[in-house]
C-alpha cells in the first residue's frame, strides 16, 4: 500500500516538474499535495480536494504572468482545502474507530457482567437447592425421630401396662394369701374388701355398730382381730378409717373405735387415721379402713 501511494505520488508530480523548475510556489504546494497523497492515513481520503489542487497547481504552472496572483492564490486555496479535508476524514476515521472500540469494549464489559451475573445466579441456585436438600434431610430425620420416639413411648407404654398388671395380680394374689393366713391364724373372718383408686378398701356393714352407737359389735371385734392379722402380716402401708353416721360426732367415734380395737390387736397407732363422715349409715356399710396402696 505504501508503495502504490509513492508511485501514484510520482505520477502526480511528473506533469509539474518541470514548472516546478521555474516556479518555487508551484513546486511548494505540488510537495505538498505528494506528501498527502504519500501519507498512509490520508492516501485514500479527499480525492476529489485533492484532484482539484492538482488541476489549480496545473494553472498555476501554465498561467501567464498577469494571470499568476490568481492561479497561485487558488492553488494555495485548493491545497489546503485538500489537506482540511484529509485532515477532516482522517479525524472522523479516528471518531468511527474510538465509537467501534467504545461499542466493542461496552459489549464485552456487558459479555462480562452477564456471565458473572449468571454464575452468581448459578452459585445461588445451588445454594438454594443445597439448603433445601438439608432442610429436607433435616425434616425427615426429626420426623424418623418423632416416630422412633412415639414407638419408643407405646411399646414402654405397653410394658409399663403389662408390668402393672402384672404388679396389680400380683399383689393381689399377695393380698389373697395373706387374708387366708390372717384368717387362719386370727380363726376369724375378714370384712368384704375390693381394690380401687384409693387402695385395698375393707367395709364394715351396718350391723357392725348399734343404731346410733359407736360400740363394736361382737361380730365387728372378730373382724377386726383378723383385719389387725391382716394388717400386721401383709400390709405395711398406712391406715385410714371412715366411720358413717347422720347424727353429729358418730361416725367419728366409730373411726375412733375402730382404731383402738386394732391397736388394741397390736396394729402401730401411728400407722392409723380416722376421720368421720356425716352421712347415713346403711346395711352394707358403716365404716370403711382403707389401706393406701
Known amino acids: 500500500m505504501v508503495i502504490r501511494n509513492l508511485m501514484l505520488a510520482g505520477l502526480l508530480a511528473l506533469p509539474l516538474m518541470a514548472a516546478a523548475a521555474e516556479d518555487p510556489a508551484v513546486a511548494s504546494l505540488n510537495q505538498r499535495l505528494v506528501a498527502l497523497q504519500a501519507d498512509m492515513r490520508t492516501a485514500d481520503v479527499a480525492s476529489f480536494e485533492k484532484l482539484q489542487a492538482q488541476q489549480a497547481i496545473a494553472a498555476l504552472a501554465k498561467a501567464k504572468r498577469k494571470e499568476l496572483d490568481n492561479a497561485r492564490y487558488l492553488a494555495e486555496r485548493r491545497v489546503a482545502s485538500a489537506e482540511a479535508a484529509a485532515r477532516a476524514a482522517v479525524a472522523l476515521r479516528e471518531v468511527d474507530q474510538l465509537e467501534r ?21 448459578e452459585q445461588l441456585r445451588m445454594q438454594a437447592q443445597i439448603q433445601a436438600e438439608e432442610a429436607e434431610r433435616l425434616r425427615l430425620a426429626a420426623e424418623a425421630e418423632t416416630l422412633a420416639r412415639q414407638d419408643a413411648e407405646t411399646a414402654l407404654t405397653s410394658v409399663a401396662g403389662r408390668q402393672q398388671q402384672r404388679l396389680s ?15 387362719l ?14 387402695g385395698e378398701v375393707f367395709t364394715f356393714a ?8 359407736a360400740t ?23 391406715v ?27 396394729v402401730s397407732a401411728s400407722r392409723v387415721q ?11 356399710r358403716s365404716a370403711e379402713v382403707i389401706i393406701a396402696p
Open 169 to 183: 395380680a400380683a399383689q393381689q394374689n399377695a393380698a389373697k394369701l395373706a387374708r387366708e393366713e390372717a384368717e
Open 185 to 198: 391364724v386370727s380363726g376369724q373372718r375378714l370384712p368384704g374388701s375390693a381394690f380401687g383408686n384409693r
Open 240 to 266: 385410714s378409717i371412715e366411720g358413717y353416721d347422720s347424727a353429729n360426732g358418730v361416725g367419728q367415734r366409730r373411726a375412733q373405735a375402730l382404731k383402738d380395737a386394732l391397736v388394741a390387736a397390736g
Open 101 to 121: 472500540t467504545r461499542s466493542e469494549l461496552l459489549i464485552e464489559a456487558s459479555r462480562r457482567e452477564v456471565n458473572r451475573a449468571r454464575q452468581e445466579a
Open 216 to 238: 363394736l359389735s361382737a361380730g365387728a371385734r372378730n373382724q377386726v382381730k383378723a383385719l389387725a392379722e391382716y394388717l400386721n402380716i401383709g400390709k405395711k402401708g398406712r
Open 206 to 213: 351396718g350391723d357392725a355398730f348399734a343404731a346410733g352407737q
Open 274 to 284: 380416722v376421720a368421720g363422715k356425716k352421712s347415713a349409715s346403711t346395711r352394707a
